[in-house]
């Protein structure tokens, strides 16, 4: 192997949106205000459940806030390095630094996974076992299956980066996504990866695909169990804002990882999606239609506005 293609397997260059300067100037807005949105949303959300003592002792919120800090570091794989690069002619990122950010996002991406399903359970267990909920949903509890979550990812991401490190990469070193991801990657590597391909689609495919079946599952039997028409209504308005969140996370994940690995020219505006937008729409979709997170932030504001004026006086 010469000098320049080990110099090439060094480096991998992102594709990015678009080399117009005046584009890419109006996208790194648009992304930064997606970005402190997600941030200042997701904090909002962890700041109320944990200063609230009635949402600090509910199993729902503590998994919201769980979930919030999710968003906040699923979010962070990919869009800090994305601004940069909207900032730049040359969009280059090291070997090391792409297998990191590929470990990372299957990490984080399927840690929220699982603990989307325990969510599901948890609304399962509040409306069709009610008077048992605080008993079997302990904080105990919660705490193994948040820790069950993250160990979920953590065995899911290192199986995705052990099939891809083992790869070389001696050829082409341009990912046509603004992150690396695994199916952009594999698809550099100088060998036959129809194999790899296959495992991966298993995995990632499968996790996707059978957490969503479950989920669906799950909020269709809380639907049949309840026979009467009000006690429907409540738990769609409870369960709605769940299956807006699995819809909008799940949906693009199993597009991008349950089929083979072929590019589309939508790949790229559905890894938007579910990287950027859908963490910052999580925080909006929960305490728009929950009457208890608002007043609970409301309350928090006000003894913030009680501190300050303290402190001026």
């Known amino acids: 192997m010469d000098e320049n293609q080990t110099e090439m397997v060094r480096n991998f ?10 584009i890419e100037a109006g996208l790194f807005v648009l992304f930064l205000f997606f970005y402190v949105s997600t941030w200042v949303g997701n904090v909002l959300i962890m700041v109320t459940v944990a200063s609230d003592n009635y949402l600090n002792s509910s199993p729902m919120y503590f ?14 794989v990919t869009t800090p390095k994305l601004l940069a690069d909207l900032l730049n002619n040359e969009k280059l ?19 929220e996974m699982f603990l989307l399903t325990v969510m599901a359970y948890d609304r399962y267990v509040a409306i069709c076992r009610p008077l048992h909920y605080t008993t079997i949903m302990s904080r105990r509890l919660c705490c193994m299956l948040v820790a069950a979550s993250w160990m979920g990812g953590f065995v899911h991401s290192t199986v995705q980066m052990i099939l891809t490190i083992h790869l070389p990469f001696c050829g082409p070193n341009h990912v046509d996504n603004f992150f690396c991801d695994v199916p952009p990657v594999i698809k550099l590597a100088c060998a036959d990866t129809f194999v790899i391909e296959l495992l991966m689609v298993s995995n990632s495919g499968l996790i996707s695909t059978s957490s969503f079946v479950v989920l669906l599952s799950s909020y269709s039997t809380i639907l049949v169990k309840i026979r009467s028409k009000e006690g429907r209504r409540k738990a769609l308005a409870t369960c709605g804002s769940h299956l807006m969140v699995v819809t909008l996370f799940f949906g693009p994940c199993i597009f991008i990882y349950a089929r083979p690995f072929s590019t589309f020219s939508v790949d790229k505006m559905v890894s938007v999606l579910y990287n950027v937008i859908t963490p910052m729409l999580n925080p909006l979709i929960y305490t728009l239609r929950n009457k208890e997170v608002k007043s ?16 001026e006086t």
């Open 13 to 22: 260059v992102l594709a990015g949106f678009s080399q117009t300067p005046s």
């Open 63 to 76: 998994l919201l806030g769980n979930l919030s800090f999710l968003d906040l570091c699923y979010s962070t």
């Open 93 to 111: 990122i090291r070997y090391d630094q792409c297998i990191v950010q590929l470990f990372f996002l299957h990490f984080v991406g399927a840690a």
């Open 296 to 311: 609970a932030m409301r309350k928090l504001w006000d003894r913030s506005e009680l501190t300050w004026k303290k402190q």
